[in-house]
């Protein structure tokens, strides 16, 4: 098979799994928030950055060296395998240690017993995590979707039946989130180890991992760098404003982190193991990355454009009317999640053609922006000025990130760029004016039936406009989900 339709064949794929986990994960965010209510939920939030920290960390950035190399021997797989594990263990240890410390810092005595228990996530993960990394390299996308359902399927109904059922609070999340690890990695131990040549023997020869492990640190340096970047406003709101304002700062994050999350890698998570095989070839990275920019931002604008203006309805349908007061929060995050979409493709282009040290410096940079804005817009005492401030800053270090890296990979594509991104912004903001006149004039009461009648609104509408004006990228994005191209 071609790596044209290989690529088309796991975007198919992907998008499979990513709809149905994030629909199954939205379904949990929604139950918990009205189940547990802002003050816990904000417990959540600290647990979930504690989740992400042990994904991040659960390999050295190993994996991405796996996929990044295009031939890799058995004893360097065997010594990165127990390599792994080893750390895994370490840094449930150092986890388990410094949780009092997290605890005091949040001023959340409960936070000690569910981090140190969390933890466990970095002693499980590492034993089917290579064998995953190298389905991704060889672009075997149906195993993986696979999993990655039945799994989040069964993490997730753990965790409603004990937060809904058995008043498990935030103890619900930790324990389903174990329950979904297991499950997601006990069959590709089974598959790995059933292989003769994914296997691991024993033995290990530091020798054969030093390059991958130097070039893993990098990427662990950048995902560290990255993972504060991120996060730093959820974790500052929590020291400064304490756990009720970040659970309503996190909801509203989490909602419309949603599509980013698991809408985009439909596309970016196909997109590294491609760009790897065409590393060299400037001009067909350029297309690539041109390509997977438009239909970000085809998708993502009208999305954001139609929550903006069904937040009022939706939040309260959704959630309760205790949250209602997120509704201009939520409307603030769609601008800044409409640019943070924009910088996954570049993430995966520059560890595609071995810059890991790029993203590095780039993260390291950011680390003396990003909590410096935060903190100062922290100190007013209302989250909606950190969604603004965080939002403007997106916008500018996604230009700032073109001038200083993209291009130079690429090449210059600045008109192309521009183009891609903002004429989906304009056709949104289009179809916004057009569904708040419609809107005005409804008399329409139920607010279920309002907002499935402005989606269906809104689709109709920016339909109708990709079709009249962007007919070219309808054809293009129709060829390659029918094996035609996308590089």
Not at 61 to 83: H, M, N, P, R
Not at 231 to 260: R, T, V
Not at 281 to 300: C, D, P, S
């Amino acid at each position: 098979m071609s790596l044209k339709m290989q690529a088309a064949n796991s975007v198919k794929l992907t998008s499979l799994s990513t709809i149905i986990t994030g629909v199954l994960q939205l379904i949990q965010l929604i139950v918990l928030g009205r189940v547990l209510g802002p003050e816990v939920f904000g417990i959540i939030a600290l647990i979930q950055i504690v989740i992400q920290f042990a994904h991040m960390y659960m390999d050295m950035g190993i994996t991405d060296a796996i996929i990044q190399k295009k031939k890799i021997s058995q004893v360097e797989l065997s010594s990165l395998y127990w390599f792994s594990i080893v750390v895994g263990f370490i840094m449930f240890g150092l986890l388990f240690l410094i949780s009092p410390l997290i605890a005091g810092a949040f001023q959340q005595p409960q936070l000690k017993e569910l981090v140190q228990v969390i933890g466990i996530s970095f002693v499980i993960i590492p034993f089917g995590l290579q064998f995953q990394t190298l389905a991704t390299k060889n672009l075997e996308f149906a195993n993986i979707s696979k999993h990655e359902i039945i799994s989040t399927f069964i993490g997730v109904t753990v965790t409603i039946i004990l937060a809904s059922y058995f008043n498990f609070g935030a103890w619900s999340l930790v324990v389903g989130h174990i329950v979904m690890t297991v499950f997601r990695t006990a069959p590709w131990v089974v598959i790995g180890f059933v292989n003769p040549a994914t296997r691991p023997t024993l033995q290990f020869s530091w020798s054969a991992v030093k390059g991958s492990v130097s070039f893993g640190m990098y990427r662990l340096g950048t995902n560290t760098a990255n993972y504060f970047n991120t996060k730093i406003d959820q974790i500052i709101i929590g020291m400064m404003m304490g756990p009720q304002i970040l659970g309503f700062y996190s909801m509203a994050m989490n909602l419309i982190m949603q599509p980013i999350q698991k809408l985009n890698p439909m596309i970016t998570k196909v997109s590294f193991p491609v760009f790897s095989k065409i590393q060299h070839e400037k001009a067909r990275l350029q297309k690539g990355y041109l390509f997977i920019i438009k239909v970000i931002m085809t998708l993502n604008a009208p999305m954001f454009g139609g929550l903006i203006v069904l937040a009022p309805f939706l939040i309260p349908v959704l959630l309760g009317g205790e949250w209602s007061n997120i509704v201009p929060i939520v409307q603030i995050l769609c601008f800044y999640a409409l640019f943070r979409a924009l910088g996954n493709p570049s993430g995966s282009l520059f560890i595609a053609v071995g810059k890991v040290r790029w993203s590095f410096y780039w993260q390291i940079a950011l680390l003396f922006v990003i909590p410096i804005v935060v903190y100062f817009a922290s100190l007013t005492g209302e989250i909606a000025i950190v969604a603004i401030a965080m939002g403007a800053l997106r916008f500018a270090l996604f230009f700032i990130n073109y001038f200083a890296r993209i291009r130079l990979i690429i090449g210059a594509c600045l008109p192309e760029l521009l183009k891609a991104i903002f004429v989906p912004i304009f056709h949104s903001a289009i179809m916004m004016l057009l569904l708040a006149v419609l809107l005005s004039q409804l008399s329409v009461t139920e607010e279920t039936i309002l907002i499935i009648v402005t989606v269906l609104m809104g689709g109709a509408i920016y339909s109708s406009l990709l079709l009249i004006f962007q007919r070219n990228l309808v054809k293009e994005v129709k060829g390659f989900f029918v094996k035609k191209a996308l590089v």
